[in-house]
């Protein structure tokens, strides 16, 4: 998320209760997760393994639980709890919206543009040009939508990411991650019915130009998904998953967090990936390897009481 205008670190380091450390003139310019920071930006880390990652980033603020060296040209904000002040910057700049009507004054809909009975349109949402919105879809706060975009019936875009921080020592032990980015879905996407598409935490998911979504599909939260892509019903992508172009996902896929697929894969229906493939294959199972050798090893597998029986057969 960026915000409106420049904030001076010291203001930061005031609101937060935090020790500054480090250049104390800087501006921050938004806040976002360590895999998606860029120069002006504020992150956090409460994990010593993850120090070097944060400190190395391009984040030029960093919330941090621990008094270190501070790299040069950054900013350390040092506080017990790093989680906690990354929340409250987050509130203070995208606080909730009550809405009071189906269609909020502060939405922009282009010419051309249909909404079906039942859509709800959120705060500052952007919707292109000949569109077509389906009954009781809903539309949260922030979503940019291209132009020529079909969205099914009973969608759902913008849904707060599925994000929390385990607290072991409180009886309620999750702490919700405020989600402030986005749902950007690009020019000639369809999206089926009763799919859902999660915001990022506070950078942006993205649905490439002319990707065909089927029904009863979940995109978890800060997921890229590229141009032209095809997925079946049922496909479940985990955040911050990048989906390259012209890929194609067959029904009842699940994808893991954190990965990539590269552009041109096919994953056959019922498959799981845990880990990042490489474009331009086949493949199939769970976890996925490439479709033919995988069929191969079904078939021997089916072929295990056949030759069990010729290496111990029965006692006459």
Known sequence: M???KPVPVQWIAEFTGAKLFGDKEQEATGINEIH???????????????????L??????????????CPEGKTLLVTSDPFSAYIKIVKHFRPFEPAYKMISDSALIGEGTHLQPGVFVGNHVRIGKNCLIHPNVTIYDHCVIGDNVIVHAGCVLGADAFYFKRRKDREVQYDKMESCGRVIIEDDVEIGAGTSIDKGVSGDTIIGR??????HIHIGHGAVIGKNCLFAAQVGVGGKAIIEDEVILWGQVGVSKDLTIGKGAVVLAQSGV???IEGGKIYFG?????????MKELAWIKRIPEIWEKIHPPTP
């Open 56 to 69: 190395n980033s391009a984040a030029t603020v960093i919330i941090i639980n621990k008094e270190v060296p």
């Open 210 to 215: 002319g990707t065909k979504l089927d029904n």
């Open 2 to 4: 960026k915000f409106e």
């Open 286 to 294: 769970s976890p996925v390897g490439e479709a033919k050798p995988k």
């Open 36 to 54: 998606k920071v860029t120069k002006g930006d504020i992150s956090f880390v409460d994990f010593e393994k993850y120090y070097n990652t944060c």
């Open 274 to 276: 845990p880990a990042s």
